[in-house]
Structure formats: structure tokens, C-alpha cells
């Protein structure tokens, strides 16, 4: 049999290294401090307004009522767009993780989706504009107007991008999640689910894992339970990695066939 690989396991408390024994397996009544959603939000909403007002700024230098001499007007323009798209992203990230931290109910679809995706608003907000501006106006120059729109057009496409919460996360499925698993959880440094066992078949490869409470795997963006770790410990009614969950399926199903065959020779 294969020796075990060793595992580096890093608590998400502390963030340090912890010996394989000493780990604390029973969780918490209270739930363990994951950060402030909204300092978070807060921070979003301010960069968001700084976003808007290089918007507004952006529109000021391309109809020529900004015109700073130390630098060209194409130059000027360009950098207030790409400013406006690094405050709209980072703004964004600060509000996905504000939204892991204190998640919003899905009981309302419409709000639940508004509210994971105010990134993807807020990005609209500060370029489109800019975009139908740029557009209607009829005095600009035609190769300033063409680049500025293709500017605004880009970044749009990629705040909207980054903006956009792919793996949301509702108050429901945390609360989901916290009942059923009574004990700490495991994720690797990269991938979007987290586990109960440390020795899980799809953990083979990770050389690192963390370890801390749910409430701490689903801040850190693992928002579903590794599929082969909720067979394993017969867990239901928690989100899962469906991906995994296939895999599972099509292996059982490729085992009964076998089975069967095996048995009919």
C-alpha cells in the first residue's frame, strides 16, 4: 500500500502551521469571527463613488472641458477608464466578500441575484454612460471617439467579468451547512468546495490545506461540500459540488454494470 501523503494543514485562525494531532476537531457553539461585512461594503460603496467620479471625469476630458497640458488629452483620457475599471473591480471583490461573510436570503430570486451582483451595476453605471456619451457626441474626432469607446467598451466587458459573483451563496445554504457538520472543514488553496476529511480521494494532489469552520471555508469562497466527503459522512440537504457529485454517480453506475457482468459470465 502507498504511504499517505503528507499534508502541510495551515489553521485559518492563526494561519499557521498546526501538527497533525493537536488539531481541534469539535466545532464551536459560537461561531468563529470571519471579518466585518460592512466595513466591507462600506469600502465597496466608497471606491464605487470614486469609479463614478473618474467616470465623470473621463467625460470631461473627451468633450474637452478638462485638458491638463503636462499630458496628452488621449493619454488623460485612457488613464481616467483604466482607473475607473481598478476601482470598480476592487470595489467588487470587497463586496463578494462581504456577501461569503453575512450571505443574503434566496428567498427572493430577483433580490438574492441583485444583491450578490451590485459589482455588475455598478460597472454598467460607470461605463455605459460614458459609452452613449461618447456616441452621440458628433464634434469629437473620430479616432478620439473610436479609441475611447473601444477603451470603455473593453473595460466594461471586463469590470462585468470580474464583477460578477459566479459562486454565490445564500443565508439558507450557510445555515444549511452549519447544521449538518458538526466538525471543522478542509480546503485546498485553490477550487471552490470544502471538505470533512483531510484524506479526501480529490484532496490527493494538494501538498497545503486549511482548516478552520464552515462559516471560515465559505468567507474564503468554498461555498460547497466536496460531493465525495457528503457521501462519505451520508450528508444531505447541503450544497454540493455537483461536478463531483456526476463523477460519483457515473462510478457507481460503471460499478453496478461491472457487477452485473460479472455476474451474468
Known amino acids: 500500500m502507498a504511504e499517505k501523503k503528507k499534508k502541510k494543514i495551515i489553521s485559518a485562525d492563526t494561519g499557521l502551521e498546526v501538527e497533525a494531532g493537536s ?3 469539535a466545532k ?3 461561531a468563529a469571527p470571519v471579518g466585518n461585512a460592512g ?3 462600506a469600502g465597496a460603496v466608497v471606491l464605487w463613488l470614486i469609479a463614478l467620479g473618474l467616470e465623470i471625469l473621463a467625460v470631461m476630458i473627451f468633450s474637452g ?5 503636462f499630458m496628452p488629452s488621449m493619454y488623460q483620457l485612457v488613464g481616467a477608464l483604466v482607473l475607473d475599471l481598478v476601482f470598480v473591480i476592487i470595489g467588487a471583490q470587497l463586496w463578494k466578500k462581504a456577501n461569503k461573510i453575512k450571505p443574503a436570503s434566496e428567498k427572493n ?3 438574492f441575484w441583485l444583491w450578490n451582483n451590485m459589482g455588475v451595476i455598478v460597472c454598467a453605471i460607470c461605463f455605459i454612460p460614458f459609452v452613449v456619451l461618447a456616441l452621440l457626441n458628433k464634434e469629437a474626432d473620430k479616432k478620439t471617439k473610436a479609441i475611447a469607446v473601444a477603451v470603455a467598451a473593453i473595460a466594461l466587458i471586463i469590470g462585468g467579468l470580474a464583477s460578477y459573483d459566479w459562486n454565490p451563496v445564500s443565508v439558507e445554504q450557510q445555515q444549511a451547512a452549519i447544521n449538518a457538520i458538526a466538525d471543522d472543514v478542509y480546503w485546498s488553496p485553490f477550487g471552490k468546495v470544502y471538505h470533512t476529511h483531510d484524506d479526501c480521494q480529490s484532496l490527493n494532489q494538494s501538498d497545503e490545506l486549511t482548516y478552520g469552520t464552515v462559516e471560515q471555508a465559505i468567507a474564503a469562497n468554498r461555498t460547497r461540500l466536496c460531493s465525495f466527503c457528503a457521501r462519505r459522512d451520508e450528508i444531505s440537504g447541503v450544497a454540493t459540488d455537483e461536478i463531483a457529485e456526476d463523477i460519483v454517480e457515473a462510478a457507481m453506475e460503471e460499478l ?3 457487477a452485473e457482468l460479472e455476474n451474468a459470465a
Open 23 to 25: 488539531r481541534k476537531k
Open 28 to 30: 464551536m457553539k459560537e
Open 39 to 41: 466595513g466591507l461594503r
Open 65 to 69: 472641458k478638462v485638458n491638463w497640458t
Open 109 to 111: 430570486k430577483f433580490t
Open 256 to 258: 453496478a454494470e461491472n
